[in-house]
């Protein structure tokens, strides 16, 4: 991995992922792949001109009245002839079938782009929750340090039991188990995220602590789900299966049908016969231009047109349930999205009450240890469900975030510029 010499925001690392992350290189070779195929399909509607040439050596056996003679001449052969399709269903509809295969190569290559957008979003988050998770556990290990402490010198001087010291004793040991996992899970997450970029020392920045989480767009879920119906990609990608479809079966229909051709062409014969003129030396050529129509109309193929009707029509029929069926899974996921998102924020509100209400507790309690009408036991409940809510509001914050790139991206709407919103709420 190249190093990071520097922090780094969000659009810093989504640009960044752009040009390493396997997964997407790999939608965006096959999008180009698709727009070469795209093009292809003009050829079925241009003309056709090919050259052609060939020299052939043969030997005559002559026997007139009995005598026989033998000798050898070489014809040679040269010309150019050209095809223009002026009537061939088939061949109309392949085109339109590759035209369509445009839309399928552009609806690939957005959902993978929202696909990278929203990875890149939840390993850059999960990174940031990680480090926040391991701040606040060392803080909550340094306070039942103190209070620790605390509990040695009130049993040293006689005003506490020993009770109280091996409680916080238990706490800093289980504060420490939490510190070395809390550790590992930010090394995982570091290397996650890492990976999508190609770059070692990454430096996440961090959100502002007095950040202002957006609220949901939109007047509702019904908008949003509105909104998916005619821009996400795996519905625009189902549309277009259909589509094509119904293009192949016109194209298997086209086998009952006439084709006509206009042909143009120039072709040379040289040494035509081998008769006197393989004796005298002498060489002739005859140089043939012609210009026509052609028409084929078919009577009988063994029933092989009207089974391929069949099939392409099944097939139809299925291209058509699969974009209901994609329709109905998009909907979900848009309205499952949604409710997350409207729940999450809800979550945020609540936490950040409980946060409040847990120092005011805390302090109490720290208060009545002081006076004596709290024991250590109390104080330390206080400070884990304290750090505690710390930590669930901060990844309560995260999520937020996340899952309104996660709600465009069930909608289908998602796009790189859905970014900078998060991105200005970042510290600089």
Do not use: C
């Amino acid at each position: 991995f190249a190093g990071a010499s520097q922090a780094q925001s969000l659009v810093d690392i989504y640009e960044m992922a752009k040009s390493y992350d396997a997964a997407y290189l790999s939608a965006r070779a096959q999008y180009d792949a698709n727009l070469a195929k795209a093009d292809q399909g003009k050829a079925q509607l241009l003309p056709q001109v090919g050259l052609s040439g060939g020299a052939t050596r043969s030997q005559r056996e002559v026997s007139p009245t009995g005598a026989t003679t033998d000798y050898s001449y070489t014809t040679q052969t040269a010309g150019i002839n050209a095809t223009q399709p002026l009537y061939r269903p088939a061949n109309l509809a392949t085109y339109r079938q590759s035209q369509k295969g445009l839309e399928l190569a552009e609806a690939a290559l957005s959902q993978a782009d929202q696909d990278l957008i929203v990875r890149v979003s939840q390993a850059y988050f999960d990174v940031l929750n990680a480090q926040d998770s391991l701040r606040l556990v060392q803080a909550q290990k340094a306070a039942v340090s103190e209070q620790l402490a605390s509990a040695k010198r009130n049993f040293e001087v006689g005003t506490a039991t020993i009770a109280d010291t091996r409680e916080a004793q238990a706490r800093f040991d289980l504060a420490t188990a939490q510190e070395i996992a809390v550790d590992n899970d930010l090394r995982v997450k570091t290397v996650a995220l890492e990976l999508l970029v190609g770059k070692a020392g990454l430096q996440p920045v961090r959100i502002q602590s007095n950040a202002v989480l957006p609220p949901v767009d939109g007047q509702g879920v019904d908008s949003w789900i509105a909104q998916s119906e005619t821009a996400h990609p795996a519905i625009r990608l189902a549309r277009a299966n259909l589509d094509v479809a119904k293009l192949e079966t016109e194209k298997a229909t086209a086998g009952h049908k006439p084709t006509v051709d206009f042909t143009l062409g120039y072709n040379a014969q040289k040494n035509i016969n081998g008769t006197a003129v393989a004796y005298s030396g002498m060489s002739n050529q005859i140089n043939v231009a012609s210009a026509g129509i052609t028409a084929n109309l078919p009577l009988f193929a063994g029933f092989a047109t009207q089974n391929r009707i069949r099939e392409t029509t099944a097939l139809e029929e299925k291209a058509r349930l699969d974009l209901e069926g994609a329709q109905r899974q998009v909907s979900q996921a848009t309205r499952t999205a949604y409710l997350g998102l409207q729940s999450g924020l809800g979550q945020v509100k609540a936490y950040e009450a409980a946060e409040a209400s847990s120092q005011v507790a805390l302090d109490a309690n720290k208060l009545g240890y002081q006076v004596g009408v709290r024991i250590n036991i109390d104080v330390l409940n206080s400070q884990s469900q304290l750090y505690q809510t710390k930590r669930d509001l901060a990844k309560a914050r995260y999520d937020v975030l996340v899952g309104q790139l996660k709600l465009r991206q069930a909608a289908g709407v998602l796009k790189a510029d859905d970014l900078q919103p998060i991105n200005r709420l970042l510290a600089p």
